[in-house]
T-cell receptor, first 115, second 114 residues
Framework: DTGVSQDPRHKITKRGQNVTFRCDPI?????LYWYRQTLGQGPEFLTY????????KSRLLSDRFSAERPKGSFSTLEIQRTEQGDSAMYLC?????????????FGEGSWLTVV | KQEVTQIPAALSVPEGENLVLNCSFT??????LQWFRQDPGKGLTSLLL?????REQTSGRLNASLDKSSGRSTLYIAASQPGDSATYLC?????????????FGEGTQLTVNP
């Protein structure tokens, strides 16, 4: 399968613990995105990378959140000192990033439950 | 701030019916508009992408139109099937990001009854 891969798919953690999600984009895509989705809502933009450079961060991405894409390939999203309000599905997506072909491809998401 | 609204929030139709899903956005300065499908507990699958200079795109039984000046898009599904049951989301991106940073609507939950 050459789609966007996310790991783990499900994570249950206690409040105050740190969690990290990994995303492997489609190999030739240079843009990578993180979104967050809660039940009944559309996804909300968190951050975006062009290769290894983090070009934009949403105000939703508080100081407890950090994302990296060290070699311009896979990315990690870390949440420190988790809170119950962090419970959501975290979606990773990638795109070719060219003007004509910028269809965005999403992974299956990583579900986070903070108890 | 861009806001995207989808109407209706939920729709239930018998199999074989043609249907229209609506999407409106408040800021007409967009780079593109995309329609996605989401099955329960799953990620999103891109259905159609319309560049701001285009008026419509077609893929199989799906047709999406874009009226940028009025801030509206419609997704037309012909001859609906039970397998079309899912949540349909539209999203727009601002021109300064060249297609990045999508703003999504809340989706229309479609149920097609056999």
């Amino acid at each position: 399968d050459t789609g966007v891969s996310q790991d783990p798919r499900h994570k249950i953690t206690k409040r105050g613990q740190n969690v990290t999600f990994r995303c492997d984009p489609i190999s030739e895509h240079n843009r990578l995105y993180w979104y967050r989705q809660t039940l009944g809502q559309g996804p909300e933009f968190l951050t975006y990378f062009q290769n290894e450079a983090q070009l934009e961060k949403s105000r939703l991405l508080s100081d407890r959140f950090s994302a990296e894409r060290p070699k311009g390939s896979f990315s990690t999203l870390e949440i420190q000192r988790t809170e119950q309000g962090d419970s959501a599905m975290y979606l990773c997506a990638s795109s070719p990033g060219t003007a004509r072909k910028n269809t965005i491809y999403f992974g299956e998401g990583s579900w986070l439950t903070v108890v | 701030k861009q806001e995207v609204t989808q109407i209706p929030a939920a729709l239930s139709v018998p199999e074989g019916e043609n249907l229209v899903l609506n999407c409106s956005f408040t800021d007409s300065a967009i780079y593109n508009l995309q329609w996605f499908r989401q099955d329960p507990g799953k990620g999103l699958t891109s259905l159609l992408l319309i560049q701001s200079s285009q008026r419509e795109q077609t893929s199989g039984r799906l047709n999406a139109s874009l009226d940028k000046s009025s801030g509206r898009s419609t997704l037309y599904i012909a001859a609906s099937q039970p397998g079309d049951s899912a949540t349909y989301l539209c999203a727009v991106s601002p021109p300064e990001t060249s297609g990045s940073r999508l703003t999504f609507g809340e989706g229309t939950q479609l149920t097609v009854n056999p």
